[in-house]
């Protein structure tokens, strides 16, 4: 097998070509868990590593290191009834960094033959200048605990194993209500292998699954026509499909699709807002939580980069990223650094405990870090990004919120938004919700905008349920051109006043 591959660094790319090592795929499995099978897996040895190792360090870069994929993807699509688009994928390569000073040099290829990685690491290796004696490096293999185990890796399924669980969700949604007119629906996979080598003799390996399940649900009545979409997300192998997993989605997308029916666009104007568990964790994450990471602390671009260590917001309100919650989509054993994916406290008893670093940012800061440096895929550079990202329960039940307010509206649901990450200014769409009239939840609501900004938004946060809720959807964030599953996580929160753009 040929094709073209390229060599990347700045604005040099150099043409090169495909060399898979000899394995069977059927074969891999997540119970490979001893160093020699996973070199095995790659096709190169300790050797290799220390070769590709002391050439990226040749002109003296201060720190280098090696990012080996090798991923399995896989898609289905359900529409008119029939499951009729199909795709798959296998992408295969490794990306090589040097650290010298506050510059840093990228190259990766889509091969792992040795003199293939050493041109990759000649070329990452011209960031730094003059010349270094590298010393042997002594390999380390470290080992994590493993937060989402796989038993039956999804490569070792044929597509005909996923059919039937997009069909019965079909005709699941169909059976719910007689007003359901169209159904979409699709399911995603992937099982991602690593190996990672740093030239201070880290060496770690993961094997990271990942399925999205979805559906849209479109319903008539009289001559308006609604829709609404159910999605779970996970890092799990083939025990993810279930037919409780079918009758969750399916009873999630015809419920909301029904209840848009009912809803009104309410009058706008500034007015409490309470944010319902679970969901809304997205404003936690784009308002806040981008302006958390430490690249954008460290370039003083964020309005919290003069603020750690200091009181932002209640006393009683904790923020927390971390990479170990069980099977969450943005969890991660390690991150693409070799840091554990430990829980970090941003923010804790309401004071900035810590911004999200990668390896970089934490030398900047003089600190350890967190496990946030994290990359599309080998062919990027780890920057500072999130992981699971949620504020821990508080002591108000959910009906005491609600009760609470007068005049204001309940929000569950959201699709897109856009913040600004320096000055935390937010606007995002509400697909649905509720009024809330004298502490009771009354009339259904869609098609609100919900304006405000971040940092004012938490430091308003005036009371905090007992109900925290992950959200399983099936979030990907967006920076610097990289996507990067993700997850987040509420529990139902009084904002005292925000901006809500209705009538």
Sequence with gaps: ??????????????????????????????????????????????????????????????????????????????????????????????????????????????????????????????????????????IEEKTFKNFYPIINSWENESVQTRIPYLQKLNERIFALDPRVIKVNA????????????????LLCHDARPMAVLSAMCIMQQGDKIENASSSRAARKDVSFLTDAL???????????????????????????????????????????????EADFNRKNISIFSDKLGKKICDEHINVVDSGT????????????????????YIVKDGVLNSYLHDRISAKFYG???????????????????????????????EEEIISSVKQGVFVNKFTNGQVQIGAGDFTFFVKSGYLIENGKLTQPIKDINIIGNGP????????????????????????DGQGMPVSLGMPSALIKSLTVGGE
């Design 456 to 479: 004012k938004a938490l430091a308003d946060i005036t009371m905090v349920g007992n109900n925290l809720k992950i959200d399983q959807g099936a979030g990907t964030c967006g920076k």
């Design 186 to 201: 699709s399911m995603n996979d992937s099982t991602s292998y690593i190996l990672y080598f740093n030239s201070e003799g």
């Design 246 to 292: 079918i009758e969750e989605i399916a009873q999630e997308a015809v419920k909301d699709a029904a209840l848009m029916f009912e809803a009104i666009k309410p009058k706008g104007g500034e007015m409490p807002v309470v944010m319902g568990a679970g969901g809304s964790g997205i404003l936690l994450h784009e308002a806040i939580g981008h302006a958390f």
């Design 325 to 344: 919650i069980e099977f969450a989509r943005g969890a991660v054993n390690f991150d693409d650094e070799g840091v554990a994916g430990q829980k970090t």
């Design 367 to 397: 600190v350890a870090p967190t496990g946030n440096g994290r990359r599309q895929s080998f062919r990027f550079m780890p920057i500072p990004r999130m992981r699971v990202t949620y504020m821990e329960s508080g002591n108000y039940s």
């Design 1 to 138: 097998m040929k094709r073209r591959d390229f060599l990347r660094t700045g604005g040099l790319a150099l043409a090169g070509s495909v060399i898979f090592p000899k394995m069977v795929y059927a074969d891999i499995t997540s119970q490979k868990k001893d160093l020699p099978k996973m070199l095995d897996h790659f096709g190169v040895s300790e050797s290799d590593l220390r070769k590709v190792m002391t050439v990226a360090l040749e002109k003296g870069g201060d720190y280098a290191d090696l990012f080996f994929e090798h991923t399995f993807y896989n898609n289905l699509t359900l529409q008119d009834g029939k499951v009729n688009r199909a795709g798959a994928n296998i992408d295969f390569g490794v990306g090589v960094r040097v650290v010298s000073g506050d510059q840093t040099g990228y190259a990766f290829v889509e091969n792992v033959d040795l003199e293939e990685m050493i041109r990759a690491a000649r070329t990452a290796s011209r960031i730094a200048s003059g010349t270094a004696k590298t010393p042997p490096i002594n």
